[in-house]
């Protein structure tokens, strides 16, 4: 199938902003202004709604959340409704219903649903990078991926990226099975991870933010090990479309990916951004874990990425991963899953703003 032209994009004139505002947001008091705008009904004309499907709710997805609490969204034109599927594999089946527009999730999940028919591409990065620690007691011995050897890790329930992710580098990067090395993964549900180590079911447990600054803060628990030294950038999260949407409306996946460009290259440029997004997306969290994470996912990883584009090596270290995670039994090339032209044409786009 011949790939349809990008048209030019012209974003409708719902928001009025300056230049700096757009690229590095507009600073505590207007951020509030637009909190309170952009979670109200959309009365501005010329708003296109649209559904986005994501696995789970995690503060690694800011991207997209800044994107609709900066105002990014609305100025290109979209009204977005975020919803959680409640699982890493259940995202994408709500765009194949046509329940959403796009799913945001593990770029595996397209990969599967592709080997099972579906026609599916993903058109921008969401995560760039391993956002994930092994968090254990203080004094754990656990420095290095050949110490995760003869211990039980605490993880969430399979395919999990905590658990793909220790598989993966102590199989490509340490060069032995965990099996066969005597690791075993507690498999429990969401925010049982903790308890686990603390009452010595397990060593040390894998996490995402917010739950490695929450372990810190509420259990006295240290992040000992950051899988990102061992495994490098790569398309962790994508945006995925099916091909038919790409060709039917490539207007939309645009103004999509540009608002997720401007959205990233801001959250670089302002910190605040990022905390109160966090905030307004997680009331429950405690703000000085916010910005504990913050320094976490934007300073120590490469987590939140600088922009939307996905990159041949990107792609084909994520395959590796989740191929050794087990989550994708035959991965798919670049060339047949990407569609880069809409992140590329962005971020062009905000460099040149």
Same mark, same amino acid.
């Given at each position: 199938?011949?790939?349809?032209?990008?048209?030019?994009?012209? *974003?409708?004139?719902? $928001?009025?902003?300056?230049?700096? &505002?757009?690229?590095?947001?507009?600073?505590?008091?207007?951020?509030?202004?637009?909190?309170?705008?952009?979670?109200?009904?959309?009365?501005?004309?010329?708003?296109?709604?649209?559904?986005?499907?994501?696995?789970?709710?995690?503060? !690694?997805?800011?991207?997209?959340?800044?994107?609709?609490?900066?105002?990014?969204?609305?100025?290109?034109?979209?009204?977005?409704?975020?919803?959680?599927? %409640?699982?890493?594999?259940?995202?994408?089946?709500?765009?194949?219903?046509?329940?959403?527009?796009? *799913?945001?999730?593990?770029?595996?999940?397209?990969?599967?649903?592709? @080997? &099972? %028919?579906?026609?599916?591409?993903?058109?921008?990065?969401?995560?760039?990078?391993?956002? #994930?620690?092994?968090?254990?007691?203080?004094?754990?011995?656990?420095?290095?991926?050949?110490?995760?050897?003869?211990?039980?890790? *605490?993880?969430?329930?399979?395919?999990?990226?905590? $658990?793909? #992710?220790?598989?993966?580098?102590? =199989?490509?990067?340490?060069?032995?099975?965990?099996?066969?090395?005597?690791?075993?993964?507690?498999?429990?549900?969401?925010?049982?991870?903790?308890?686990?180590?603390?009452?010595?079911?397990?060593?040390?447990?894998? !996490?995402? &933010?917010?739950?490695?600054?929450?372990?810190?803060?509420?259990?006295?628990?240290?992040?000992?090990?950051?899988?990102?030294?061992?495994?490098?950038?790569?398309?962790?999260?994508?945006?995925?479309?099916? =091909?038919?949407?790409? &060709?039917?409306?490539?207007?939309?996946?645009?103004?999509?990916?540009?608002?997720?460009?401007?959205?990233?290259?801001?959250?670089?440029?302002?910190?605040?951004?990022?905390?109160?997004?966090? $905030?307004?997306?997680?009331?429950?969290?405690?703000?000085?874990?916010?910005?504990?994470?913050?320094?976490?996912?934007?300073?120590?990883?490469?987590? $939140?990425?600088?922009?939307?584009?996905?990159? =041949?090596?990107?792609?084909?270290? @994520? !395959?590796?991963?989740?191929?050794?995670?087990?989550?994708?039994?035959?991965?798919?090339?670049?060339?047949?899953?990407?569609?880069?032209?809409?992140?590329?044409?962005?971020?062009?786009?905000?460099?040149?703003?």
């Amino acid at each position: 199938m011949t790939k349809p032209p990008i048209p030019a994009i012209t *974003a409708p004139a719902v $928001i009025t902003r300056t230049r700096r &505002e757009v690229l590095i947001g507009a600073g505590a008091a207007s951020f509030g202004a637009l909190l309170g705008s952009v979670g109200a009904p959309a009365i501005a004309q010329g708003l296109k709604s649209i559904s986005v499907s994501e696995a789970i709710h995690l503060g !690694m997805y800011v991207s997209l959340y800044a994107a609709k609490h900066g105002g990014y969204f609305r100025k290109h034109g979209l009204d977005v409704a975020v919803s959680s599927a %409640g699982g890493i594999a259940l995202a994408v089946p709500v765009v194949l219903s046509g329940k959403a527009s796009f *799913a945001v999730t593990g770029a595996g999940m397209s990969v599967n649903a592709t @080997n &099972e %028919g579906a026609q599916l591409t993903n058109i921008a990065k969401i995560v760039g990078g391993v956002a #994930m620690w092994a968090v254990a007691k203080p004094g754990s011995s656990i420095k290095k991926i050949e110490d995760f050897r003869g211990k039980t890790i *605490a993880t969430l329930r399979f395919p999990s990226s905590t $658990i793909q #992710m220790p598989t993966f580098a102590m =199989k490509e990067r340490g060069g032995f099975d965990p099996e066969g090395a005597g690791v075993k993964f507690l498999q429990l549900p969401a925010g049982a991870q903790a308890q686990a180590v603390l009452d010595g079911r397990a060593d040390v447990a894998t !996490m995402f &933010e917010w739950d490695v600054s929450l372990a810190k803060q509420k259990f006295g628990l240290e992040p000992v090990f950051a899988f990102a030294d061992v495994i490098g950038p790569l398309s962790w999260t994508t945006a995925i479309a099916q =091909k038919s949407l790409v &060709e039917k409306d490539p207007a939309l996946v645009q103004a999509f990916c540009n608002a997720i460009a401007e959205s990233q290259a801001a959250l670089h440029a302002d910190r605040e951004l990022f905390v109160k997004t966090s $905030i307004a997306e997680f009331p429950q969290v405690e703000p000085a874990v916010i910005r504990a994470a913050g320094e976490n996912l934007l300073t120590k990883s490469t987590a $939140i990425p600088v922009n939307p584009t996905i990159s =041949k090596q990107e792609w084909d270290t @994520n !395959m590796a991963l989740e191929l050794a995670g087990g989550s994708v039994k035959s991965p798919r090339p670049y060339e047949d899953m990407v569609d880069n032209r809409f992140a590329e044409r962005a971020t062009k786009a905000v460099k040149k703003a």
